[in-house]
């Protein structure tokens, strides 16, 4: 199995297009200004301590905002919630991604998306840089679930809906 690498960087991409995954917005706020982005890259890490993690590519502008601040919130999207994750993804820039929405900020100004699937609001434990990317560890310190599971899923360049209640398939969207 001896690729090039231009064929594995290619390949790779093509499998990880594969890879389905839920859509999150990652919120911050740095200086008085509130930073966010739309990531897939959301993991848990352990229970004991309850903790999570998410890449950040270096060259984001959520990047050094998230590392400076040291908290933040990962609002994890319901599946009808296409336009917040599209405006975090760049089509909207700076704090007009905002608007799009309905944000609050809890006692440390972290802004949290109030109808998310769940807000999970994190203090930055450990950073970690892999290639292009850091890699952000949160001790989590406070959870907000609310609604039917139905999340808000990327997979293949697109969109998709998770449906709850034990069906195990998905539907695409747009």
């Not at 959301?42 to 998410?54: I, N």
């Not at 007009?96 to 972290?110: H, I, M, Q, V, Y």
């Not at 699937?117 to 990317?133: K, L, P, V, W």
């Not at 890699?135 to 989590?140: D, E, H, Q």
Request: net charge negative; proline share 5%.
């Amino acid at each position: 199995m001896s690729e090039l690498p231009h064929d594995l960087h290619g390949r790779f991409r093509t499998a990880m297009r594969r890879l389905t995954s839920a859509v999150s917005v990652i919120s911050t706020v740095h200086e008085g200004v509130r930073h966010g982005i739309t990531v897939t890259s959301v993991t848990s890490v352990s229970m004991t301590p309850p903790s999570l993690l998410f890449c950040v590519n270096r060259n984001s502008r959520l990047h050094d905002p998230v590392i400076r601040s040291g908290r933040f919130c990962v609002n994890i999207l319901h599946a009808h919630q296409i336009e917040i994750a599209d405006a975090f993804s760049g089509r909207t820039h700076g704090s007009d991604r905002f608007l799009c929405g309905e944000w609050a900020s809890d006692d440390n100004d972290t802004p949290y998306l109030i109808p998310a699937q769940a807000n999970i609001f994190c203090e930055a434990d450990a950073i970690s840089s892999y290639g292009t990317h850091s890699i952000v560890i949160g001790k989590v310190l406070q959870v907000a679930v609310r609604g039917q599971v139905a999340p808000l899923l990327y997979q293949d360049g697109q969109y998709t809906v998770g449906l709850g209640d034990g069906v195990d398939w998905v539907v695409p969207v747009g």
